[in-house]
Structure formats: C-alpha cells, structure tokens
C-alpha cells in the first residue's frame, strides 16, 4: 500500500542470523521483502536524532520489579507504544534485575535490554537512546516539566534508583496507567489538514464504530486513554514499573493498546513479531535444547 511510511535505514531484505537457529523456535520472517515491513510510525519525525531534542517526543520507562517474564511483558508494551507514536525510545540503565543477579561472574549480573532484545532491528524503524543521552540533551536542557536537582551530572544521575525514577514521574507526563481499568486507545487517519508543520496524519479521539470490536477489547468495562492531540503533545511519556497497581504496566500490548483501524493492529504486531525478540544466540541455544527433546 501507499500509505506505509519507511525509513531510508531499514532495508528489505533477507535477515541474516548469527548462528543456526532451528525451525522451530524461529517465529519471525527470514526476509523484509515488503514496504510495511519496513513501515515507520508517521508520527516519528522525518530528521530521526538529528532533529533538535526540543522538537522531538519522548518514552521512558521504568523495568518492572518484578520477575524477567514481568519486565520483558511491561518492556515490550513500553517500546511499542513508542514506536506508534513516533517517540524516542529511552532505554533504562543498567541495573540488577530481580532472579537475574545470581551468577558467579559480578560483571554478568548486570542487565539491560541490549543484553537480551535485538534491539538493531528497532532501531531501523524508531530512535533509541540511552538514559544518560536523555538526561544530558533533554532534561538538563529544562525540557522537562521540572529541572534536574542541582549539583547533578548526566553521569551521576542517569543511573538506576529511587532519585531517577522519582524525578522522571515528576518530570514526565504520567497518569494511572492501571491495565485492568484502562486501555490505551489509537485513531490515526489521513487528512490535508495537518496537526504540525511537519506534515503527521491527523490524531483523533477513539469512538464506538459500530462494529462492537471496541467493546470487546474493553472487556470488564475498561475505560480508553485516546492519544489525541493533548495526549501528543506530551514531550516525554513516563511508564512506572513499581508495584503500585495504578500504575504498573504489567500486562501484554496486543490486550493494551488499541487500533481503532483493524489493518495498524495487525501491522503492529507483524512488527513486534519480527523485530521485537531475543538475540539470535539465545535462539540458538534453546533451539538445541529442543531439537534434543
């Protein structure tokens, strides 16, 4: 169609592994042959990084604290929410992760998302960057809704704790994110008319199309967060993962975040199937293990 947008970065074409990865526990595409395979939110801005931090949207997000199946469910709903709504992608600092700080080695005890997502392939479709980058070139410039407390550098602040995250939830835009009583709701359309000077599709509120599917994705009465335009216009979004029910974001993105048109959901999770996943060595790994059993 189109209608898909692409990024000159990504490239259709066959995906390389490192390593043999048996069959069957291979669930993503070998090849982007495809323009949509491809396809960029049409929020994202068309300079990527190299526009001003002043003119770009962000998404940060805390990791659950709770077990790794935990924290990847909370990531993965974190990471596609900002690749549909065209938002930087800022990665948490490395920490210890709750089961995952057992090993005889210190230095293998310390996590972050490179460590286990592939995180190459999303960086073809959406920009990413560290969270000292975002403290450094966004939040130190009073980007944010408050200032970084004085006396503090990139380096010293932009580091797992109860400072960082106090500060980003008081920084940031956040609300009750609470999955079993809300879900986030997206109605994109063309227009001539724009909402900015660089050209995005229209953002529009989410209503009842009749069809009952927005019913049956509530499920239980949840209520919908539109992103609309205030939603938007939001510099930087902030998803806590402590355990306040409020607010965690334990949950899974296809029952979170909803499509008003059917097509962007299953775009979306094409997408997260073949972009969002483990790295190839892992793969590899468990795929001999299974081809043992």
Known sequence: ?????????????????????????????????????????????????????????YLVFMPDEGGWNNIRMAAETAIVFGI????????????????????????????????????????????????????????????????????????????????????LEKACYTREWQPGRYFIGFNFTKSSKSISSLGYDSINNVIDDGTGRIQRFASHDRKVISYNETFHNQRAVFFPGDYRETHRLLTHFYSYLYFAQPDLERLYKRLVRDRLHYHDDIFCVAGQIVKLL
């Open 84 to 167: 549909i709504t065209g938002r930087v992608i800022v990665l948490p600092p490395e920490k210890k992760l709750y089961l995952l700080d057992k090993n005889d080695h210190p230095e293998d005890n310390i996590s972050t998302f490179d460590k286990f997502f592939d995180l190459d392939h999303i960086r073809e479709i959406a920009d990413v960057i560290t969270m000292k980058e975002f403290i450094n070139n966004v939040a130190m410039k009073g980007l944010l809704n408050i200032p970084v407390p004085s006396g503090q550098s990139a380096d010293s602040f932009a580091v797992t704790g109860g400072r960082l995250w106090s500060y």
């Open 1 to 57: 169609s189109s209608s898909y947008q692409t990024n000159s970065v990504c490239k259709t074409e066959e995906v390389k592994h490192r390593c043999p990865i048996y069959y069957y526990v291979r669930f993503w595409k070998y090849q982007f042959t495809k323009p949509q395979d491809c396809y960029s939110s049409p929020l994202r801005h068309p300079l990527g990084l190299n526009a001003d931090p002043s003119e770009l949207k």
